[in-house]
């Protein structure tokens, strides 16, 4: 019997001593999980549905002006939120009239997140893509430079609230595995200019 004790007084010792270890890592999986979350856009499809209410289930489109249509509440903000923070929004706003709502929001298409591609690139166009993409991803997707493209050249416009910004991509920097930072991830409607 003592030496179950004893056993038992290590497992507990050990678990203890892991336990730092352990939070650090959940830690650390949270932080990733939080820069990757997805943020809304038009297009997007959602499927939204309120827990027992059979009425208040249903597929939901992000329009183009961002917002979305729902019963009780009509209408709601989605472009440039997590699913999680509209989730939490149309909680809200349903409380005044069903008590306690339980919510849930899930994004069952991805249509927003499209990227441009063009010049001297075998297949330019739009390429709507269900994952981040960087640059040297995108002119994959876009079949690689045709031999006439000036590979350092290149530009990623990006468009902001203040108006436009472009960040120069040399391709062959990257190609010497140098300025490796070049290659950002892009944004939703980022246009890649290949001279």
Known sequence: MRGLETIGVIVASVALSLLPILAGAESDA???????????????????????DE??????LVRPDGMISFPLIGEVQAEGRTAEELQKDIRERLSPFI??????????????YKIYV???????????????TNVMQALSLAGGM?????ENGIEVLHSEPGGQRTF?????????????????????GDVIVVP
Do not use: C, M
Not at 146 to 150: E, G, I, Q, R
């Open 30 to 52: 949270g932080v990733v999980s939080a820069k990757s979350e997805y943020r809304l856009g038009p297009e997007d499809v959602l499927q939204i549905s309120v827990w027992k």
């Open 55 to 60: 009425s208040l289930t249903r597929e939901a």
């Open 99 to 112: 008590p306690d709502p339980t919510v849930s929001v899930a994004v069952t298409k991805v249509n927003s």
């Open 118 to 132: 063009v010049g001297k690139v075998n297949r330019p166009g739009e390429y709507l893509v269900g994952h981040y």
């Open 146 to 150: 045709t031999p006439f493209a000036s």
């Open 168 to 188: 120069s991509f040399r391709y062959g920097d990257i190609k010497k595995g140098k300025h490796l930072e070049q290659n950002i991830l892009l944004q939703r």
